[in-house]
């Protein structure tokens, strides 16, 4: 199977696969499905547990350089609101990432979370708003809420209630794929288009 290119997965804990085995998180689960489907992508999960935004802008250049992906999939920002830093300042790093991201030549996947409602309202609004205004002005596909199909059901998440266990991870990829499989290019099932 020819390379179709690399596929870097930016991202924080929701990414590396916290708590549970690496070959169970989702972005394990997306290269077999890749695999098995016929692209051939490789993907390279370079996410780091409890990274913000800052640290994520921090990073990527580097990360950038070394594999030179065809797509990037930013799944950063749930730190940031778990700690309360400013919305406007991970708005900021966002769209600093995805423009190193796109002027590197990588198309972006931008992945939206959500926090719990701790630090009231008004900072919640803000924080939920970042990713759909992100979206609008540099025109990205959004994965409105990455853990829709999991946040909500005890049996799908760790005890932390933050993060998805080992069942709950086929139901984040499932979330994420019809907004990946788009920018994927040679689709097998497409006639190689």
Do not use: C
């Amino acid at each position: 199977m020819a390379s179709a290119g690399t596929i870097l997965v930016f991202g924080d804990s929701l990414s590396a696969a916290y708590g549970i085995r690496q070959e169970q998180g989702w972005v394990a689960l997306l290269a077999q499905r890749l695999h098995a489907q016929g692209y051939g992508y490789q993907v390279v999960n370079a996410s780091v547990s409890g990274e913000t935004t800052s640290g994520g802008l921090e990073r990527l250049p580097r990360a950038l350089r070394l594999h030179t992906p065809d797509i990037v999939v930013l799944e950063l920002g749930g730190n940031d609101g778990l700690r309360g830093l400013p919305a406007n300042a991970m708005h900021e790093n966002l769209a600093r990432m995805v423009q190193l991201s796109r002027a590197a030549g990588a198309r972006v996947l931008l992945v939206g979370i959500r926090i719990p409602p701790n630090y009231g309202p008004r900072y919640t609004e803000e924080f939920g708003g970042v990713f759909p205004e992100l979206a609008k002005q540099y025109h990205l596909p959004l994965v409105p809420f990455l853990l829709e199909k999991v946040a909500l059901d005890p049996a799908l998440m760790q005890e932390d209630g933050m993060h998805p266990n080992p069942a709950g991870e086929p139901p984040v990829l499932d979330t994420l794929w019809p907004y990946l499989k788009p920018l994927l290019k040679n689709d097998p099932q497409n006639g190689g288009r």
